[in-house]
Structure formats: structure tokens, C-alpha cells
């Protein structure tokens, strides 16, 4: 009877697929996703939209402050320039929405390269104000530069098309989602097993060490900020397309606390962590204003219980910062652990 997991070479312990189970198991579970929409409703499938564009956000920003250690509050920011990006492209210029996938992720990535410059010289909070910095800069540009951005009236983008097929309901846009959701796992998960990966680490645990055994500060510290404003363009490039809409007003400060707040309950240095964390950050408001609607439409009720959405909400996310600060990812493997040794106690 298997009562452990034991690894003797580096390529298995870093092996994507740990074991037969593992594979068998997300098999069935790519199956279930494939079918999902099928079974589900439209209400369901704009919720599974939002949490798969949000798990792309999440991997990105994982990426940067979970396995490099830099802290960043202007992901919004980043976000909103590939969003901005993907709507001119697509409205102004006539380039496909396939193509302004990339052009967007490449566009934020430049963006976050500029931005990550003083990432070598400071660190912590002051690298934290630098980006809140950046934050507003964009804020402002989104707003006041009419010519481009159409100030606070926005840009109205079309549904994607694919050989003359309209992705122009929750269900269809969901492959895409899906498809982008995908390979952005796969893709954060290869990389932390890669040398570039192993170096974002190395900077995170000591720069000064990572350094000294050789590694170049700038330029992996501007490499984790180009990769992780890759993946915020993408975020918002399929927002922008999912909502068909883009304004000023919806990258404020608030969502990049939300998308810091994401890695952090879902687990800082996990893949698996951005998943749980963008559940979690999208349902979780949902379910609470299921439970607290009822009570509040009551008018004895209104004034005191109008807030308790977000009360409780903020309260979940100390609990995790106070009791579980590796986060969900982190008890999912306590649980996993368990029952790879269960009925056993060595």
C-alpha cells in the first residue's frame, strides 16, 4: 500500500505530472470543463468568464510578488493599458481581436519594464509606492487623453470573431476563456521549473545572495515585470472583449489591492495558489450578496446591514493573512498530505 511520495532525481520532483493518478485525474477534469458550459447557465457562465480572466491577472502577479518577491500595487494599471490597447487595435487599426491579444501583452509588458526600472534600487514598500505611482499616472492618462482613450465615455469594442464565427454569448466566449486560462497555467508552471523560474526565487528568498552566485538583479527583476504585465495585457485585452466596453473607471487602485489581495489568500509562490485566490476574490462577494440582499431590502434592516458584505468579505481575507498566510494552496496540500498517508501516522 502506497504510503508516501519519495523522489530521487530533481526531474521528478519538478515534473508537472507527479504520478499516473495526477494525469488521470485532469483528464477528467480538462473532460468536465469542456462539457461544463453545456450544463450550465448564463448567469454561471459570465461568473466562470470572471474568474478565468481573473486567474490569468493573478498568475501574472504571482509571478512578480509571490516567486520574485517584488510588490506591486499598479497592476491595474497594467491591465487597463492592455485592455486600452486591445480596443484601438480592434476599433481604430481594424487588427483582429486574436491579434490584439499579443500586441496588448506586448504593450503592457513594455509598460512594466519602464516601471520596473527602479525595482533595482529599492524594494518593499518603497518599491510598493513607486507602483501605486504608476497607477495614477495611468488613471490619469486613461481619463484626460480624449483623443485616444475617449475620456470617461470609453470605447465600445464588437464580440470577437473567428472564420465568421461570433463569440457573442457568455457559453462561446467561454472556450476562449477557457483556452487562455489554459495555457497561462501551463505556461507560469513551466516557468518556475526552468532556470529563469529558479533565478525569480533565488531573488525573492536573498537578492544579495542570488547576486552573489551570479545572478543578474536587473535583469531578471525587469524580466519577472515584462512577464507579469504580459499576463495583465492578456487580462484586459479579454475583459475589454468579454464586457465590450472599456473606461477609465474600471482599473482604479481597488483592483490591483484586489488582485494583491488574490495571490495572498490563495497562496504567495503557488500556481495553484492564483486559482484559488481568483475563486475565491470572484465567488465569495457573489455568495455574501445572495445571504446579505434578503436582510437588506428589510427597511428596519437597511442602514445596519448595508455594509456587511464588505465587512465580512475583508474580514475572510485577515483571517488568512492572520491564521494561514501560505494561504489556500497551502491547505489544500495539508489535506493532500493527509490522505497520502492515511490510515498511517509516519
Not at 483528464?27 to 458550459?37: C, D, E, G, W, Y
Not at 454569448?169 to 505556461?187: D, N, P, Q, S
Not at 536573498?206 to 551570479?214: H, K, N
Not at 472583449?241 to 509562490?269: C, D, K, Q, R, W
Amino acid at each position: 500500500m502506497r504510503c508516501g511520495d519519495f523522489k530521487d532525481t530533481y526531474n521528478k520532483d519538478e515534473a508537472v505530472f507527479q504520478s499516473v493518478f495526477v494525469k488521470i485525474w485532469l483528464s477528467i477534469f480538462m473532460l468536465f470543463l469542456l462539457v461544463f458550459p453545456f450544463f450550465a447557465n448564463e448567469y454561471i457562465l459570465y461568473m466562470a468568464n470572471l474568474i478565468g480572466i481573473a486567474i490569468i491577472g493573478a498568475h501574472g502577479l504571482n509571478l512578480l510578488t509571490g516567486f520574485t518577491g517584488q510588490i506591486s500595487l499598479g497592476h491595474a494599471a497594467f491591465i487597463g493599458v492592455g485592455a486600452y490597447t486591445s480596443a484601438i487595435l480592434v476599433t481604430r487599426v481594424g487588427i483582429s481581436f486574436w491579434w490584439a491579444i499579443p500586441m496588448a501583452g506586448l504593450m503592457s509588458a513594455v509598460v512594466g519594464v519602464i516601471i520596473g526600472i527602479p525595482s533595482l534600487r529599492i524594494k518593499g514598500l518603497y518599491l510598493a509606492i513607486a507602483t501605486i505611482a504608476a497607477q495614477f499616472i495611468f488613471e490619469y492618462v486613461f481619463l484626460n487623453w480624449e483623443a485616444m482613450t475617449h475620456g470617461i465615455r470609453g470605447i465600445n469594442v464588437p464580440d470577437p470573431k473567428l472564420f465568421g464565427f461570433q463569440f457573442d454569448t457568455e457559453r462561446k466566449f467561454y472556450f476562449i476563456t477557457l483556452f487562455f486560462v489554459v495555457a497561462g497555467t501551463f505556461y507560469a508552471r513551466n516557468l518556475i521549473r526552468t532556470r529563469v523560474g529558479r533565478a525569480f526565487i533565488a531573488i525573492r528568498d536573498r537578492d544579495l545572495a542570488a547576486e552573489l552566485i551570479g545572478i543578474n538583479l536587473f535583469r531578471y527583476k525587469l524580466l519577472s515585470f515584462a512577464i507579469s504585465s504580459f499576463y495583465a495585457g492578456v487580462t484586459g485585452s479579454l475583459w475589454v472583449s468579454f464586457m465590450n466596453i472599456v473606461t477609465p473607471e474600471h482599473f482604479p487602485l481597488s483592483l490591483s489591492i484586489e488582485y494583491l489581495a488574490m495571490v495572498i489568500v490563495g497562496g504567495l509562490g503557488s500556481v495553484l495558489g492564483s486559482i484559488y485566490g481568483a475563486f475565491f476574490m470572484v465567488l465569495v462577494p457573489e455568495i455574501l450578496k445572495f445571504g446579505t440582499d434578503p436582510i437588506k431590502n428589510i427597511p428596519v434592516f437597511q442602514h445596519i446591514f448595508a455594509p456587511v458584505r464588505e465587512v465580512v468579505f475583508g474580514s475572510l481575507i485577515v483571517f488568512f493573512l492572520i491564521f494561514e498566510p501560505r494561504g489556500l494552496a497551502e491547505i489544500w496540500r495539508r489535506v493532500k498530505n493527509f490522505f497520502v498517508l492515511w490510515p498511517f501516522t509516519y
